[in-house]
């Protein structure tokens, strides 16, 4: 049974930094996509930004470009998501998925996500 645990949220000051982690467990993840998702209250949820298990290329949205950075430990079956600068605006509950890469399917893991709150 696939898992993804996601911790590391909690509550910064604008400017400040977290990290966010994702525990990924019940499955091979090589040749699959690991992302990051966010959702804001009362809006829709969005993509953050994604890395491919096997070769490591990644992609982010572009309000988080040059502030947050995707990474993964193979080893540790880890995920990670270094966010700095962090702006209210990044107020959300921050979500981990998969999906196999060579894949036009939605992403088909969840994790429960973790808070993240930025203040003024």
Not at 20 to 43: D, E, I
Not at 77 to 94: C, G, R, W
Request: aromatic share 14%.
């Amino acid at each position: 049974q696939v898992q993804l645990v996601e911790s590391g949220g909690g509550l910064v000051q604008a400017g400040g930094s977290l990290r966010l982690s994702c525990a990924a467990s019940g499955r091979t993840f090589s040749g699959y996509t690991m992302a990051w998702f966010r959702q804001a209250p009362g809006k829709e949820r969005e993509f953050v930004a994604h890395i491919t298990w096997s070769i490591g290329s990644t992609y982010y949205a572009d309000s988080v470009k040059g502030r947050f950075t995707i990474s993964r430990d193979n080893a540790k079956n880890m995920v990670y998501l270094q966010m700095n600068s962090l702006k209210p605006e990044d107020t959300a509950v921050y979500y981990c998925a998969a999906k196999p890469t060579y894949s036009n399917l939605d992403y088909i893991y969840w994790g429960q996500g973790t808070q993240v709150t930025v203040s003024s």
